[in-house]
C-alpha cells in the first residue's frame, strides 16, 4: 500500500457522490447553498468504479461512499456493485439514514458492508432545529432497516453543537446499553467561510465535556484497545453494556499522525486532507480517457502530497470547500 511522506500507510479512500443534501444541519450546510456542482460534473457510475479498481492496484483496501447525502444519487445501488467489483470487500456508506428504509437491502446485495448513520439527538422536537429538515422517525427506520439488512455493525454519528444538542448526549450514548451499537461524538470542525463554519467555530463543544456528561449519568467509561491503530475514534464501554462509545476529537485530540485516508469529491478531484485546500484533478485524466494505471499513478502522487496535518490550532482552516462538499 503506499506510504505518504510522512510514513503513514494510506489505504482509506471516501469518496463524495454528491455535493448536494436533503438535510440541512447547522453545521455543515446553509440553507441557501452555494456552489453545488451540476450533475453533469459529478463522477458517473463507471467513472467511480474506475477509480476504485485504480485505489485497488494502488494498494487501497476500504472504501467509503459519502456526500453530501449519497442516497440522493439515484445510482447508488449501481456505484456500489461497481466499487465491489473492483475487488475491494470493505465498503461503507455515510447517510443521514432517511432513504436506507427503500435502499438497505438493495445496499447490502449490491456489496455494501456497514453504514453510519448521522443522528445528532433522539429528541424529536429538537431534531429539525440541529438537523434542519429531519425528523426522527424517517432516520429511525432507516437506521432498523440497515440493521436488518446486515449492515453491521450500526454506527451512529453525532456532531455536538452548544445550544442545541450537548444535553442529548446521553441519550444517546445510552443506546449502547441495549443495543450493540457504535454511538460516536464528533466536534464540530470549521470548513469553508459560511454560515455553518461560524456555528461549528462558535458553539463548539469538546470530546471531554461530553464525556464528563456521559459518566455523570452513566458511570466511569471502560477504554476499549484500539482494534486499528487509524481508526478516529477513541473507544469505551458504559457499565453493563454492549455496544460501544465513541469520541472523534479532531479539533482537541487531532489524530492527524494515523490518518489513513484519502478523499475524492464528486467532481473528480483527490482531496489530500478534509482540514485543508489541497487537491489534485484526476476526473480531467479520466474523462480524457485514462485507465486504472494512469488513475493509480495521480492516486499515488496525492498520497505523496498529502500534508501532516491540520492547523485549526493556528486559526487556519480550509476555505474553498464546505463540510457537504466533502462527506467529512
Known sequence: MPRDGFGREIDYLRISLIDHCNLRCVYCMP????????????????????????ARLAGFRKIRLTGGEPTLRPDLVTIVAAVAASGIADIALTTNGIRLTELAGALAGA???????????????????????????AIWRGILAAEAAGLLPIKLNAVVVRGFNEEDVVALARLT????????????????????????????????????RIEASLGA???????????????????????????????????????????????????????????????????AGG??????????????????????????????????????
Not at 447553498?33 to 460534473?41: I, R, S
Not at 463522477?43 to 485504480?54: F, K, N, S
Request: hydrophobic content about 40%.
Open 31 to 54: 440553507l441557501e447553498a452555494a456552489g453545488v456542482a451540476p450533475a453533469p460534473d459529478w463522477l458517473t457510475a463507471d467513472e467511480i468504479g474506475l477509480v476504485a479498481r485504480a
Open 111 to 137: 456489496g455494501l458492508r456497514r453504514v453510519n448513520v448521522h443522528l445528532d439527538t433522539l429528541d424529536p422536537v429538537r431534531l429539525p432545529l440541529v438537523m434542519r429538515g429531519g425528523r426522527l422517525d
Open 177 to 212: 446499553l441495549e443495543r450493540p451499537w457504535h454511538v460516536r461524538f464528533i466536534e464540530s470542525m470549521p470548513l469553508g467561510v459560511g454560515e455553518p463554519a461560524r456555528v461549528a467555530r462558535t458553539a463548539y463543544v469538546s470530546n471531554a465535556e461530553t464525556r464528563a
Open 221 to 287: 467509561l471502560e477504554p476499549l484497545a484500539a482494534s486499528d491503530p487509524s481508526d478516529e475514534a477513541r473507544n469505551f464501554r458504559a457499565p453493563g453494556a454492549c455496544g460501544v462509545i465513541g469520541f472523534v476529537s479532531p479539533v482537541s485530540e487531532p489524530y492527524c499522525g494515523t490518518c489513513n485516508r484519502m478523499r475524492l469529491t464528486a467532481d473528480g478531484r483527490f482531496h489530500l486532507c478534509l482540514l485543508n485546500d489541497d487537491e489534485l484533478d484526476v476526473g480531467g485524466t479520466i474523462r
Open 291 to 328: 485507465g486504472p494505471d494512469e488513475v493509480a499513478a495521480i492516486l499515488v502522487r496525492a498520497v505523496a502530497a498529502k500534508p501532516p496535518g491540520h492547523q485549526l490550532h493556528l486559526g487556519t482552516g480550509p476555505r474553498e470547500r464546505e463540510m457537504y462538499q466533502l462527506g467529512g
